[in-house]
Each structure stands twice: as C-alpha cells, then as structure tokens.
C-alpha cells in the first residue's frame, strides 16, 4: 500500500549505485548464458585433495584474465534455498523470512525480472534448462510471470534410470541434451542452466567418478569434493561445445554457486581439511564459509581479474543489466552493482547477520576478519556496526514488504510493461 510502496521507492533511490563508466555496455548486444552451480562453495576453488584438484576447469577460468572472479561473493538464502537464489538473481528482490518466495506467493506475484527487462530493452529471447519436473519450486508458474519465453524442464529430456540422480537429469547430460534446444533460441538470448547433480548428501553413481574422496568422519563432506568434480567435469565439457559452435565469442558467461551444501554442522568435519580444528571452530568460520563464486567471463575483455569487493546474490541482475548497457534506475531492485564505485558491500544474510570488508556479524557480535572477536568495540565502531545492522534489517524488511504486499502491482518503472503469464506455454510439443 501507499506508505509501503513510498519507503521502499525512497530506500532503492537513496541506495542506487551509478554505472561504473569504464565497465557500463562492455558486453552489450552479448547473449547471456548464466550457469547456476548447485550447492557449490568458494571454497573448493583452488582446493587439493591429495594433491589433486577438485576443480581444475573452474580454477582456470577463476583465473583467466577474461573472468571478473569475486573473491568475497556470498550466497543470501533462507529456507527457499535454491528458489530463493532465483528470485535474487532474476529480481534483485530477497527471499522470504521463512519458505520459498517461489512457493508462496510465485503464482500470483507481479515481478520485474530479467527476462522481461532484457526482451524489452534489447529484444533478448529467454530460456530456462533445468532436468527437474518443472512444478518443483513451482518454476513453471513462476517464469512466466518473469516473463521466460522457454523453460526446458524434465520433460524436454530423457530422464530415466542412472541419467538422472535425486533432483533430476545428471548435469553432463543436461548440457549435453539441451543444446538441440539452444541452438534454435534466436540470439541474442538470455539463458539459464540449473544444475543439480552436487546436491547434498552429493551420492554419485560409480560410473560417473573417478575423484579419490576425503576421508573425514562425515560421508557427505567426503562426497561433495566427488561431485563438485563431475560437475567441473561438466562444465568443461559445456565450454568445449560453446567455442566449437562459435556461441562462445559472442556470449557472456556468468557462474555462481546458490548456496552452501555444507551445513555447519558438515562443517565440524570439514574443518580438518581446511587446516582448522573443530574444537576452535565457531559462527565467524561458518559465515566465511558461506562465499560461492561468482564468475563474470567475457571472452575477448582481457582486463578481468580477481575481484575483492564484498557482495552476494542479491547485487548480480544490477551488475549484469549495466554490463550490457540497461541502467536500473528506477528499477525496484535492492542491489548494487558490483563494479559501481557507490557499490554497498554491507552483505545482508538473510537472518539479519550481515559481512562487510572489515567485519563480521553473527548474533550481534562483531569479529574482524581475523576472525579475533571483538569483545570491547570502540564508541565509533559500536556507532558503525548498529547503523550496519539497522540499514540490513531496514533493506530486509522493505523486500519483505514488496513480496508480501506484492507491491510491484502498484509499480511500473518507465518504459516497462507488465509480464502477460498468460502469453507463455511450457508444454512440449515435440514429445
Ligand atoms: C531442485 C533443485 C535443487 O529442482 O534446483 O533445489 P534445492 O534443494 O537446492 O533448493
Ligand atoms: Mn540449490
């Protein structure tokens, strides 16, 4: 309602962060392939066991001078999970307090997300490819209120016996099998692949491992490194068939992990392996396990490099949309762009706790990012960290209020039309 809808439209103007002039359009007219790695931590890149890498292909392209690699990304979910990182990515709009925004209110809401935004502005065709049945989440209610022109769920695939593992076709094979379908979207296109198989507890059929696993207390800790192989193993093999199709070059390729797949109480096991003892182990270690990459790669920009500006989940659509030369203002989006100079690195989790480049909250209390807790805060950082904590709890709120009021109803930025779900149809025809 009225008062609602005018505190949130105040928040997102005073909080608006300006393109970034040497990045804004340098990718524009690109399509856009984002690829979002189940349960995939940061803290695998780089990672040996034994010596051996875990993930070798995302290491090099970690490391590539044409990928913008954010060191300091973190994920911003609440029980939503991976439907949450969705609704992040595609709304710059938080998750719900509790549940899945998806779920409850992803049939009826009103959005602005990026398949509408990017078809508007720059005539983007859209896609989806994910090899769960396409209710889960309630995804196929869902994009088409985003305004997804195509979503290739389960039943675009061949999904019986071992191609598929718990949540759905094995990644390899999803890549694999939908590119009879990505050849025929007309470019430039705006193209999401979900992958599922790293999902705890990460069990993988024998056929499709050759990692020598951990051997820690707790089995699913020693299976994630197992899985999150196979499906660097995918990766690989997806961009060997981008540069063979020629898509590559004139793609950009973004990458990001949508939430832990190690709980904190993993955590306890995974300690050993990261040099730390679980004896010591506490809510500052488990918050700076809560990083997932973020990749930016855009072949042929050779001026990429790691990137130590602290964000999450919530500040890509804003990255991404003045990367390709759209400014979001007036947008209702709670982001900023990571590469914008006005970028807020406050990091809001989606319990209130909150990151920033000097300090880590849990609960109300303050660590550096040493880890040392800070028992007797000065004055002034007592007066910083309060203002911190009341601008997270303040933005949260605010989101909270354009889901559950479905204030988006009552807003349309200029020059955008409201998403028709009535226009879209899901259903395969070729089966
Ligand atoms: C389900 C898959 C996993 O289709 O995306 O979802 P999660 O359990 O991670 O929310
Ligand atoms: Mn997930």
Known sequence: NGSDLTNVLSFIDQHYAAPNPKMYGIAKGR???????????????????????????????????????????????????????????????????????????????????????LQQKAGYSSAVFHGNVGSFWNRDNVYKNMGYQNFFDASYFNTTGDRSEQYGLKDKLLFHDSVKYLEQLQQPFYAKFITVTNHFPFPLDSEDTDFPLPTTDDKAVNNYFGTAHYLDQALQEFFAYLKASGLYDNSMIVLYGDHYGLSNSDNLSLAELLGKSSDTWNDYDNAQLQRVPLMIHIPGQHDGGIQKQYGGEIDVLPTIEHLLGIDNKGYIQFGTDLFSPQHDQVVAFRNTNFVTPSHTVVDGTIYNNNGDEITHPSTELQATIKRQQTKVQNELQLSDAVNNKNLLRFYTPTGFKPVDPESYNYKNDFA
């Open 31 to 117: 399509n856009v392939i984002i690829i979002h790695l189940e349960s995939f931590q940061q803290f695998l890149i780089d990672y040996k066991v034994d010596g051996r890498e875990v993930t070798p292909f995302l290491n090099s392209l970690y490391h590539d001078d044409q990928t913008y690699a954010f060191s300091n990304f973190f994920h911003q979910v609440g029980q939503g999970k991976t439907s949450d990182a969705e609704n992040m990515l595609e709304t710059s709009v938080y998750g719900l307090p509790q549940g899945s925004v998806f779920t409850a209110l992803g049939s009826d809401n009103t959005f602005q997300a990026a398949p509408a935004i």
